[in-house]
C-alpha cells in the first residue's frame, strides 16, 4: 500500500508528465501554423515539350519569343511597371530601336532594327537609356546581364524568337529568319509548353535555387556581379537569418540604403517551396566577410 506521501509523489509525477506532452503537442501546432504561414508550392515535374525548330511556324516562333520573354528570359522582372528599367511590353519597340539608332549616344554596330534588338540583348551597354544605367555611370553602363551568358543563357533560337515577339506584338513586320532544319542531327530545343502555369521541380540546393530563381541577375553573389540590388556576399555580417527571410518574404518592409521600394517582387517568395526558401536564407545567412 502506498502512503499518503508516495500517492503525492506519482501524482506530481503523472501531472508533470501531463504536462511535457501538453506542451510538446502545443509546441508542434505552433511550428504547423508557421509552416502554413510560409509560402508553399507543391513541387511538380517541369511541363516541357520538345520543339523541332524546323518545325516552328511563324505563329510558333512568335509564342516561342512571347514564352521566352516572360519565362526563361525572365526579362518581366526588370522591364516592367515598377520603373527598373523600361516597361518593354508597354513600348513599341520598333519605332524606339529606329529613334536610339539614330541617336549621338548609340555606340553599337546595328544597321537595322533586328540587329539593334539583337544587340541589345547581347551587348546592352551599346545603349543605355537614360536614367538606367549602373549607379555613378551617368548612363554610360548598363546593368542588363547577357542574356546569352549566365545565369539567363539564351539560345540563338530563343534570342531571335524573342526579337520576332518584339515586331510582332506592335504590328509589324517579322524580318528574322525561322529557324532552318536542326543544325546538329537530333538536336532539339526544349521550352515552357505552360510558362504562366507550370511549376518546375524543387531545387536540391541552395546553389540551384539561386539559379533557378536568378538571384545573381540583380545582386551580386557567388561570383556575379550587378548593382540592380544589394550586394549578397556579405549580408550575413549585416541581417539574421528572420531578417534575410523577412527581406524575401515582404521585400518592401525595409528597404537597403541606396536602393528603392518595389525593384524586387512583392510576390518573389510566394513562388518557391518552403524548402527552397529555407536553403536560400542558410545560404545567405553564411554569406560573410570571414568566410
Avoid at 509589324?172 to 529557324?179: M, N, R, Y
Wanted: proline share 6%; net charge negative; hydrophobic share 40%.
Amino acid at each position: 500500500m502506498l502512503s499518503t506521501s508516495g500517492k503525492m509523489n506519482h501524482r506530481q509525477r503523472g501531472s508533470i508528465l501531463l504536462k511535457i506532452i501538453l506542451f510538446s503537442i502545443s509546441l508542434t501546432l505552433v511550428f504547423t501554423l508557421f509552416a502554413n504561414l510560409l509560402p508553399q508550392v507543391e513541387g511538380e515535374a517541369p511541363v516541357e515539350q520538345q520543339i523541332d525548330p524546323g518545325a516552328l511556324t511563324a505563329d510558333s516562333f512568335v509564342a516561342l519569343g512571347e514564352s521566352t520573354f516572360t519565362g526563361k528570359g525572365s526579362c518581366t522582372l526588370c522591364h516592367n511597371n515598377m520603373g527598373r528599367a523600361p516597361d518593354i511590353l508597354q513600348l513599341n519597340m520598333v519605332d524606339i530601336s529606329a529613334q536610339r539608332l539614330q541617336d549621338d549616344r548609340y555606340q553599337g554596330d546595328a544597321n537595322s532594327v533586328e540587329d539593334y534588338l539583337r544587340e541589345s540583348m547581347l551587348s546592352p551597354g551599346a545603349y543605355v537609356v537614360k536614367g538606367y544605367g549602373k549607379k555613378g555611370t551617368k548612363d554610360t553602363e548598363s546593368p542588363m546581364p547577357e542574356v546569352d551568358k549566365a545565369p539567363i543563357l539564351l539560345n540563338n533560337i530563343e534570342i531571335d524568337a524573342v526579337i520576332a515577339f518584339m515586331q510582332a506584338k506592335d504590328g509589324h513586320e517579322v524580318t528574322v529568319a525561322l529557324p532552318e532544319a536542326l543544325p546538329v542531327p537530333g538536336e532539339e530545343i526544349k521550352a515552357q509548353a505552360a510558362p504562366v502555369t507550370a511549376v518546375s521541380a524543387p531545387a536540391e540546393n541552395a546553389e540551384v535555387a539561386l539559379g533557378k530563381y536568378i538571384c545573381t541577375a540583380c545582386h551580386s553573389l557567388a561570383g556575379s556581379v550587378s548593382p540592380v540590388g544589394p550586394d549578397l556576399n556579405t549580408v550575413g555580417d549585416r541581417l539574421n537569418r528572420d531578417q534575410i527571410s523577412q527581406s524575401i518574404i515582404d521585400p518592401n518592409a525595409v528597404i537597403a540604403e541606396g536602393f528603392f521600394a518595389g525593384v524586387m517582387p512583392a510576390d518573389f517568395a510566394g513562388k518557391m517551396t518552403v524548402s527552397e526558401l529555407a536553403m536560400i536564407v542558410d545560404f545567405l545567412a553564411n554569406q560573410k566577410a570571414n568566410q
